[in-house]
Structures are given as structure tokens and as C-alpha cells.
Nanobody
Framework: QVHLVESGGALVQPGGSLRLSCAASGFTFSNYNMNWLRQAPGKGLEWVSEINLHADRLYYAESVKGRFTISRDNAKNTLHLQMNSLKPEDTARYYC????????RGQGTQVTVSS
């Protein structure tokens, strides 16, 4: 059974940084592309970033390109999202997922960007 557990969310000031992590279990992590999605208050689920199996293809939403970096450690079954230059509009609950639609995702971790 797929199990994804996100962590690392926090309250941070605009311009700050955070590193999110996702611990995966219940499937062969190294066989799947992985994604980060987010959901802001009152809004729908938004795809943020994707990384392929071997971490040599990275994809980002325009809203985060140049500020966020996705990575993975297949030996540790872990997915990361390094978020720099955070803005208030990045405030959301962040999820890791096996697809861009968030069909299989964890419980999420809350990121709040506010002064």
C-alpha cells in the first residue's frame, strides 16, 4: 500500500527558505516519477514540480521556476523540495504524489509565508 509522509513545513517570512521532505513506502520508489503539488486556502490542487526516475529530468510550474528545486534519494526512498525566495502566494499545504493530479498523495505539510 502506497504510503507518503510529508514533513518540513513551517511559518517563514517572505524571502525565506524551507526544505520539504517526503518519505515513501509501500511501492518501488525508484520506478516512479514523483511530484509535488500544493493547495492554497480556498483553491484547488496545483501541480508544482516533477522529477523523473533518475533525477535527470526536472519540471516546474512557471510560478516556482527558478526558486524551487526538486530532488530525490532513491536509496532512502525520499523526495525533497527546496524552496527559496518564498512569497506569500506560496502559502499552501504541500503534498508529494505519484502523479500530477495528486491521485495518490500524503497528508501534506503546511507552509505559511507571512511577516
Amino acid at each position: 500500500q502506497v504510503h507518503l509522509v510529508e514533513s518540513g513545513g513551517a511559518l517563514v517570512q517572505p524571502g525565506g527558505s524551507l526544505r520539504l521532505s517526503c518519505a515513501a513506502s509501500g511501492f518501488t520508489f525508484s520506478n516512479y516519477n514523483m511530484n509535488w503539488l500544493r493547495q492554497a486556502p480556498g483553491k484547488g490542487l496545483e501541480w508544482v514540480s516533477e522529477i523523473n526516475l533518475h533525477a535527470d529530468r526536472l519540471y516546474y510550474a512557471e510560478s516556482v521556476k527558478g526558486r524551487f528545486t526538486i530532488s530525490r534519494d532513491n536509496a532512502k526512498n525520499t523526495l525533497h523540495l527546496q524552496m527559496n525566495s518564498l512569497k506569500p502566494e506560496d502559502t499552501a499545504r504541500y503534498y508529494c504524489s505519484m502523479d500530477r493530479l495528486g491521485g495518490a498523495r500524503g497528508q501534506g505539510t503546511q507552509v505559511t509565508v507571512s511577516s
